[in-house]
């Protein structure tokens, strides 16, 4: 049974750092496409960023461009998402998803993703 969980969520002030982390377990994923999402209240579910299968492309949404980084460790089959200069918009519930199919490419269409996590609850004040 595939597992996501996602740590590392909590409360900040603006301008601050948090590192969200995401385990995966049931199988391996070092050959599919990695995101995370985010849903603020009352808000649909949106794109963050996501990373291929190599790690050797990123993308993010415009507006954590710069501030935000993706990364990943196949060996570990862990993903992490370093947030810098928080702002109170980021304040959301943060999820772990993965391509289920085997892309070169990343998409940023929720229905590309087949496994999801539980989400971790980031809160930025000002």
């Known amino acids: 049974q595939v597992q996501l969980v996602e740590s590392g969520g909590g409360l900040v002030q603006a301008g601050g750092s948090l590192r969200l982390s995401c385990a995966a377990s049931g199988r391996t994923f070092f050959n599919n496409v990695m995101g995370w999402f985010r849903q603020a209240s009352g808000k649909e579910r949106e794109f963050v960023a996501a990373?291929?299968?190599?790690?050797?492309?990123?993308l993010y949404t415009d507006s954590v461009k710069g501030r935000f980084t993706i990364s990943r460790d196949n060996a570990k089959n862990t993903m992490s998402l370093q947030m810098n200069s928080l702002k109170p918009e980021d304040t959301a519930i943060y999820y772990c998803a993965v391509d289920g199919a085997r892309r070169s490419t990343i998409r940023i269409g929720i229905p590309a993703y087949d496994y999801w996590g539980q989400g971790t609850q980031v809160t930025v004040s000002s």
């Open positions: 990373i291929s299968w190599s790690g050797g492309s990123t």
